[in-house]
């Protein structure tokens, strides 16, 4: 406006043209400040992980980012829609693994992406769809027909890498929000990061508040399916993070410190309060194996099936080790505590 103090006496058309010029520098300059708060400095260093050949043990890795990648795998469902919750559909040139309901805020995006298989994607479809970088859940960083390839195998091939830190063994809640951060970094979008990291710890701080107080700890234990009598249990102890996760919900893994299959015996001597059911696409239907389960004799003394409090969830909630857990909490407070 200073500027047109000093032309004050000029014509309107002269007014006018200032003004213009006035709010294009404005423009300009908002614009230069939003592209300052995404920018990253490259070469990028951020802290990562590596893989052994099978997938199961992790190492920390320090990985250098030239650029920013322009081209995503990502090796499951859960890992794409978390790309897509910030605005990455663009970038995204294929998906796999899609073993669970999908994030219906980002259904219309996710359709848009390319999917190399609807079960776990091998190194070959990878490494044909021409990406950047993989990222997505660490175990199936894997040199074997279900896995994407190692670290090392696809660096070799000048791909670079992403682990999610929340699917790495010890791993919290608290790595969701350090994975939000890192994937802004990496793709230059620190502005939606932040905002979609607050809306994550709005809900998680919702759901814990709707938790009464005085609530007794329940103990849970994992069923994947059950025909006849036989039941598949998972002792899920490699999942820190889904422990960590729902102890916020004072929900606590049977077998978090189990090693090995887990027998019929060792989850009658457990006996959980609470048996979570998982649905995935390709196995039994849940209705189904719910029927089992309270038709089996030798399970019928169980606490959970005594007072039926077993409950559904869903794969891609769980093991795509994001942002969706959060759904499948909520979905579980109101079952298991009646909470809104």
């Not at 990502?74 to 605005?87: D, M």
């Not at 909630?317 to 909490?329: E, H, K, R, V």
Request: aromatic share 8%; proline share 2%.
């Amino acid at each position: 406006m200073n500027g047109l103090k000093k032309v004050k006496y000029l014509g309107l058309v002269a007014v006018a043209t200032v003004l213009l010029g006035a709010c294009g520098q404005t423009d300009s300059t908002n614009n230069q400040a939003s592209t300052n708060k995404d920018s990253a400095a490259f070469p990028l260093t951020l802290d990562n992980y590596t893989v052994s050949p099978e997938g199961a043990e992790f190492s920390a890795k320090e990985i250098t980012y030239k650029s920013r990648p322009t081209s995503i795998v990502a090796n499951n469902q859960g890992t794409a829609e978390l790309l897509l919750q910030l605005g990455l559909v663009k970038d995204i040139t294929g998906v796999a693994a899609l073993y669970g309901e999908g994030d219906k805020t980002v259904a219309e995006d996710f359709s848009k992406i390319p999917v190399l298989s609807k079960e776990y994607v091998g190194k070959e479809l990878v490494v044909g769809a021409d990406p950047d970088i993989v990222v997505g859940r660490g175990q199936l960083f894997a040199s074997a027909e279900w896995g994407t390839g190692t670290v090392e195998e696809l660096n070799e091939l000048g791909i670079q890498t992403y682990i999610q830190a929340t699917s790495t063994s010890e791993a919290t809640f608290d790595d969701l929000y350090a994975d939000i951060k890192n994937l802004g970094k990496l793709f230059t979008v620190q502005e939606k990061a932040q905002k979609f990291s607050d809306e994550v710890r709005k809900r998680m701080d919702k759901l814990v508040e709707a938790i009464p107080d005085d609530q007794e700890t329940s103990d849970y234990a994992y069923i994947f399916d059950a025909e006849g009598t036989n039941v598949n249990i998972y002792s899920g102890a490699t999942d820190t993070y889904l422990n960590d996760a729902l102890s916020y919900m004072k929900l606590n893994n049977a077998f978090s410190d189990a090693t090995g299959e887990i027998s019929v015996e060792a989850l009658l001597e457990a006996n959980p309060d609470v048996l979570l059911l998982v649905n995935y696409t390709g196995g039994r239907d849940p209705k189904e194996s719910l029927a089992d389960l309270k038709a089996n004799e030798v399970l019928s003394s169980l606490t959970a099936i005594k007072e039926d409090r077993i409950y559904t969830v869903d794969y891609n909630q769980f093991w795509s080790y994001g942002y969706q857990i959060l759904s499948g909490m909520e979905q579980l407070s109101t079952q298991v505590y009646e909470t809104n």
